[in-house]
């Protein structure tokens, strides 16, 4: 459990002062991807190098299980630091060690023995799939590799929070999946919590469960991504919400649709958070003597399920499709008719 | 061999490259270990460093200037007190060595704090992320990842302090500026001036092939 408050950081330079954070109140439980995301100069960055002080908060408290990072003396903050792992943009890997070496670097400076850091090393090259590539520099890897060590090195000294800032930001989409991937995937076996920062709303459907919109160093909205994604109130989370699923359909769509379908009923399903949608349809047409036909639609899989609307042309008796609407309004989908305007 | 270099008695010559190699090597470790420190005390005390301090690098900043403006020439005058001191005498191979190092330490400190600030700030924040001391930044981050810039730095100075030695060798240090000044110049014997100016020039040779080739074999990038 992660607990923020009233936290603020104001910096001072010659001409202005900037105030980067401003009162960020904020909990995050034990076990969760949490995101945060907003557009650049927000205060992400600086939000997220307050959790483990490498930028010195002006007021406010960081509480990681209990401890308060924010009274930490010099000496104890380096110790819980090695307890909170830390991935970057950038990877920022010694370019001088193997990657062997750079995975090896923090338990180094945790004063692990050889031998259990050697062992501790080949586990995580397993684990982040760098199998083969232990004796390269981190000028023969690609990316995605780098940015695997640089998760293999975060995880060495086995933390209990994860901080990723814009850990996919300089990777192409293939290679983001793939990582995104790697942190669920560590998220599941490890349980550690992992606060990610990110620009791309798409990195938040994928693998978060909450999120936090941030805009001039304050957090706008935050809530589960579902009800972000649904129910989306200020203006920069509806436009984040625009980057994955397109503009809303809006009333003329919908006028088209109907224009065109004069054989039969245009109906409009929502899925929130529906796990079991791709049967739906096909039970639908297997039940009822129905025939189904997809106009448009847009269903995006989040970590709570999918989310999203589809448009279908239901084309038989008024009654069997009553029943049909009937069937579906008991699940969890959401379904209406849409009728001339 | 001999018709070329009527004047040159090779025995003399062999043993000033020798005095020469000595004086560079010696004052290049001497010059290695404070060039290294004053780098670090330059690049770490800057404003944003790890140990930022307005004074202190005031202080080393206005040091290392001073040093590096004074000409060599000049800055061996001006220690001859102070090698007669240490030394009770300003000639010879190891009273050249104090003002050989003052000479060139400034320099090479230059050089260090241009390395250092080389190194991509992100590595040295996600040591400090892992939660690793000062020490550690220094021993297993900076000095590490400078490495190659390091040697290539202390190569130039190897080189510089080549001419420096040559320099100290006129007024008596030894070694080939020695040999050259008094047995070839001032007797009018140019083969001697000659010879020694090849040999100068091998050294010079020999120190940038082997500085090239360790930083080669440590540049990873
Ligand atoms: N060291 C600093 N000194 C002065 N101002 C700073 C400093 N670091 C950040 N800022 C300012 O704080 C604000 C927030 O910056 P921050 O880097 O946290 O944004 P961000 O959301 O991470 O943006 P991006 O997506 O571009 O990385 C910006 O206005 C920036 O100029
Ligand atoms: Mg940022």
Redo the contacts with the bound molecule.
């Keep these: 459990m992660i607990k923020i408050e009233q936290l603020s950081k104001v910096?001072k330079?010659a001409n202005q002062t900037?105030q980067?954070v401003d009162q960020m109140n904020l909990s995050i439980n034990k076990g969760e991807i949490f995101g945060v995301i907003?557009?650049?100069?927000?205060?992400?960055?600086?939000?997220i190098r307050l959790i483990n002080r490498l930028e010195e908060p002006s007021t406010g408290k960081v509480i990681i299980e209990d401890q308060e990072i924010t009274r930490l003396n010099k000496k104890d903050l380096r110790l819980s630091r090695q307890e909170i792992g830390m991935i970057f943009q950038h990877f920022n890997l010694l370019w001088s060690r193997t990657v062997r070496e750079n995975i090896a670097f923090p338990l180094e400076i945790a004063g692990v023995s050889k031998a259990e850091r050697n062992a501790r090393v080949s586990e995580l090259i397993d684990l982040v799939g760098l199998t083969g590539k232990e004796n390269a520099y981190p000028a023969q890897l690609s990316g995605g590799q780098k940015q695997r060590v640089g998760i293999a090195r975060a995880l060495a000294n086995n933390p209990k929070v994860l901080l990723c800032d814009?850990a996919t930001s300089a990777l192409d989409p293939e290679t983001t999946d793939s990582i995104l991937a790697l942190l669920v995937d560590i998220n599941e076996k490890l349980g550690l919590t992992i606060i990610l920062?990110t620009?791309e709303m798409h990195v938040i459907q994928k693998i978060c469960r909450n999120v936090a919109v941030?805009e001039d160093?304050r957090i706008v909205e935050q809530g589960s991504v579902l009800n972000v994604f649904s129910h989306p109130k200020q203006p920069v989370t509806k436009k984040f919400v625009e980057q994955v699923m397109g503009k809303p359909e809006d009333e003329e769509t919908e006028e088209l649709f109907i224009q065109h379908s004069n054989s039969g009923q245009v109906l409009k399903l929502q899925f929130i958070g529906e796990t079991t949608h791709q049967a739906i349809i096909s039970q639908v047409a297997k039940k009822f003597d129905v025939e189904l036909n997809i106009l448009q639609g847009s269903v995006k899989q989040t970590q709570a399920g999918a989310y999203g609307s589809l448009y279908l042309l239901a084309i038989g008796e008024p009654e069997t499709i009553n029943q049909a609407l009937a069937f579906i309004r008991e699940t969890s989908v959401e379904v209406e008719v849409i009728q001339h305007g | 061999m001999a018709n070329l270099f009527p004047n040159v008695d090779w025995f003399d010559l062999i043993e000033a490259t020798g005095e020469t190699f000595y004086m560079t090597i010696i004052a290049l470790a001497g010059t290695l270990l404070i060039g290294i420190l004053l780098g670090l005390l330059l690049y770490l005390s800057a404003p944003g460093g790890l140990w930022e301090n307005k004074y202190i690098n005031f202080i080393t900043a206005s040091l290392v200037n001073i040093f590096r403006a004074i000409p060599f020439v000049v800055l061996i005058l001006l220690l001859i007190p102070f090698t007669n001191f240490l030394f009770g005498t300003f000639r010879g191979q190891d009273a050249a060595l104090p003002a050989l190092i003052i000479g060139s330490a400034p320099f090479y400190g230059r050089l260090v704090e241009i390395a250092l600030r080389e190194i991509d700030k992100g590595v040295i924040e996600a040591a400090k992320a892992m939660g690793a001391k000062t020490s550690t930044i220094i021993f297993k981050v900076l000095l590490k990842e400078s490495l190659p810039a390091l040697v290539s730095g202390l190569t130039v100075t190897a080189i510089a302090l080549i001419g420096y030695t040559a320099v100290a060798g006129v007024i008596g240090a030894g070694g080939l500026g020695d040999y050259a000044y008094f047995y070839g110049f001032a007797r009018r014997d140019f083969d001697i001036v000659f010879a020694c100016t090849v040999l100068i020039v091998l050294l010079v040779f020999l120190f940038q092939f082997i500085g090239d080739i360790i930083a080669n074999k440590l540049d990873k990038r």
């Design positions: 910096f330079t900037v980067a907003g557009y650049s100069g927000a205060g992400k960055s600086t939000f814009e920062i620009h941030m160093g």
